[in-house]
C-alpha cells in the first residue's frame, strides 16, 4: 500500500510521534534518554524550532513543537542521530523506527493545552508511575514546578491562559494536567480533540483545516498562471 503524502506547511505547529520498530524498547537506561534530549538540542540549534511539550516513553516520543523549517528534516536528523546511537550502543540490527514519524497539524488557538495534557500524561496511562512528578523525561515538571527538564522549553502559547488571574499558575497546571477525559480515540488521540479526518493529519477544527488547504490550493493555481514552461524537449535554439 502506498504511503500517504505529508502535508506541509510552513510555521505550523505539531504533535509528532516516533516509535520503535514492532513496538520494541528504544530506551533502555538514563544515559539513553540524555542522549536522545542531546539530540535534541543540537537539532534545535541548527534548524531552529520551538519545542512546546514533550514526553519520552520506554518504545517511543511524543514532541509538540513548532517549526518554521522543514519538519521532515528535523525529524529525519534527528531520528537518524539516535538510531545510529542505539545501534553502536547495543549492536542492534535492522529497523529501529517504526516507518516513519506520525505528524497531526495542530490549531494554536485551541488544541495546545489539550495535546500538552495528552503528551505529559503519557506515563500515568502507561501505568509507570503513580505521580508526575516523579517522571524526569517530559516536560511536565517544567510547567508544573518550574524545574529543569534537560532541554530548553518554549513556554507553550496557551499556558499563561490558564492562570485567570490567579498567581498559582503552576498549581493550576498541575490540575489541570491532572484532570480525567472521558477515552481516547483508536489512534490513540485524546477524544476531547477534534481531530479533523483530512488524511488524518489534523488536530483542529473543521474550518482551520479547511482553510489551511484552500491556501495551498490557491498558491498551486497562482503558480500556474502566466506563461507556460519551455519544454525542453520541443526548444529549439536559434542558431542564426
Not at 542522549?35 to 531552529?48: D, V
Not at 492562570?163 to 477515552?183: D, H, M, R, W
Not at 483542529?204 to 519544454?231: C, D, M, V, Y
Request: charge should be positive; include cysteine; charged fraction near 20%.
Amino acid at each position: 500500500m502506498p504511503r500517504i503524502a505529508r502535508i506541509k506547511f510552513d510555521s505550523l505547529t505539531y504533535h509528532i510521534i516516533s516509535r520503535g520498530n514492532n513496538k520494541m524498547n528504544i530506551f533502555l537506561d538514563r544515559a539513553d534518554y540524555q542522549q536522545y534530549l542531546k539530540i535534541l538540542n543540537k537539532y534545535n540549534k541548527k534548524y531552529i524550532f520551538y519545542l512546546y511539550n514533550f514526553v519520552l516513553m520506554p518504545n517511543h516520543v511524543h514532541l509538540l513543537l513548532k517549526a518554521d523549517t522543514d519538519l521532515s528534516r528535523i525529524m529525519h536528523g534527528i531520528n537518524l542521530s539516535y538510531a545510529q546511537y542505539f545501534k553502536r550502543k547495543y549492536n542492534h540490527v535492522g529497523h529501529f523506527w517504526q516507518d516513519r514519524f506520525k505528524s497531526y497539524i495542530v490549531e494554536d488557538d485551541s488544541y495546545l493545552l489539550t495535546v500538552a495534557r495528552y503528551i505529559e500524561r503519557n506515563p500515568l496511562r502507561a501505568n509507570l508511575i503513580n505521580n508526575l512528578h516523579g517522571y524526569d523525561y517530559s516536560s511536565y515538571n517544567f510547567y508544573a514546578y518550574g524545574e529543569n527538564c534537560g532541554i530548553e522549553i518554549t513556554t507553550n502559547p496557551l499556558y499563561f491562559t490558564l492562570s485567570n488571574g490567579t498567581t498559582e499558575l503552576k498549581k493550576v497546571y498541575q490540575n489541570f494536567i491532572s484532570e480525567q477525559k472521558p477515552g481516547y480515540l483508536s489512534n490513540g488521540l485524546p477524544i476531547d480533540i477534534d481531530i479533523n479526518i483530512i488524511k488524518a493529519q489534523f488536530i483542529s477544527s473543521h474550518k482551520f483545516a479547511q482553510q489551511l488547504i484552500e491556501s495551498r490550493f490557491t498558491k498551486r493555481i497562482r503558480r500556474r498562471l502566466g506563461r507556460p514552461r519551455k519544454n525542453k524537449e520541443n526548444f529549439i535554439p536559434n542558431l542564426l
